[in-house]
Antibody, heavy 123, light 114 residues
Framework: QVQLVQSGAEVKKPGSSVRVSCKASGGNFKSYPISWVRQAPGQGLEWMAGIIPIFGTPHYAQKFQGRLTIAADESAGTAYMEMSSLTSEDTATYYC????????????????WGQGTMVIVSS | DVVMTQSPDSLAVSLGERATINCKSSQSVLYSSKNRNYLAWYQQKPGQPPKLLISWASTREAGVPDRFSGSGSGTDFTLTISNLQAEDVAVYYCQQYYYFPPVTFGQGTKLEIK
């Protein structure tokens, strides 16, 4: 069964950038869509961006356009998220998630979640 | 973006009773030609990532107890938890994955024991 293992917690200053990695182990990576979802403390789930590693084209939620970059390295079985111009409102747990089936032309629910990476933005 | 609205925001139910959570989408998530609703339910316990419970509006994931059931079509959906157990205390989210980008989640419903 595939697992998504994310990099560790980060503490960042306002205005800086953060990079989070997500390594897939124990299963196919490249044909499954991967997304990034975040959750601010005590709040709900917010989809940020998604990518299908074999295609490589990312899709972003409009609110993150311009300061969020996601990518996937098929050979390493790893996805990455980098966000710039951080503010306190970016303090959240960031999850990488995998859809439940290989890409067939339509999206599917998220059946595998990483453990989450806590990012704290504070001066 | 498709807006997912859950009701109620929170509810308290006695052990052994039934809990019902509703989810309404601002646009239909039914793919008519496949007769499939692109609607999922997740359960999140404190300190844990969400767990997929139900996909395609009514298909339970492997290992999910049969006291969890999903129903509905188009824009209106329901998650029902029968015979509530203590371990069902959690926040529940609905999600549509028909429209992309973005996929969107409901705001969550907090379920507690009365």
């Amino acid at each position: 069964q595939v697992q998504l293992v994310q990099s560790g917690a980060e503490v960042k200053k306002p205005g800086s950038s953060v990079r989070v990695s997500c390594k897939a182990s124990g299963g196919n990576f490249k044909s499954y869509p991967i997304s990034w979802v975040r959750q601010a403390p005590g709040q709900g789930l917010e989809w940020m961006a998604g990518i299908i590693p074999i295609f490589g084209t990312p899709h972003y939620a409009q609110k993150f356009q311009g300061r969020l970059t996601i990518a996937a390295d098929e050979s390493a079985g790893t996805a990455y998220m980098e966000m710039s111009s951080l503010t306190s409102e970016d303090t959240a747990t960031y999850y990488c998630v995998r859809e439940s089936s290989p890409w067939t032309g339509s999206h599917e629910p998220f059946d595998v979640w990483g453990q989450g990476t806590m990012v704290i933005v504070s001066s | 973006d498709v807006v997912m609205t859950q009701s109620p925001d929170s509810l308290a139910v006695s052990l052994g009773e039934r809990a019902t959570i509703n989810c309404k989408s601002s646009q239909s998530v039914l793919y008519s030609s496949k007769n499939r609703n692109y609607l999922a339910w997740y359960q999140q316990k404190p300190g844990q990532p969400p767990k997929l419970l139900i996909s395609w509006a009514s298909t339970r994931e492997a290992g999910v107890p049969d006291r969890f059931s999903g129903s509905g079509s188009g824009t209106d959906f329901t998650l029902t938890i029968s015979n509530l157990q203590a371990e069902d205390v959690a926040v529940y989210y609905c999600q549509q994955y028909y429209y992309f980008p973005p996929v969107t989640f409901g705001q969550g419903t907090k379920l507690e024991i009365k």
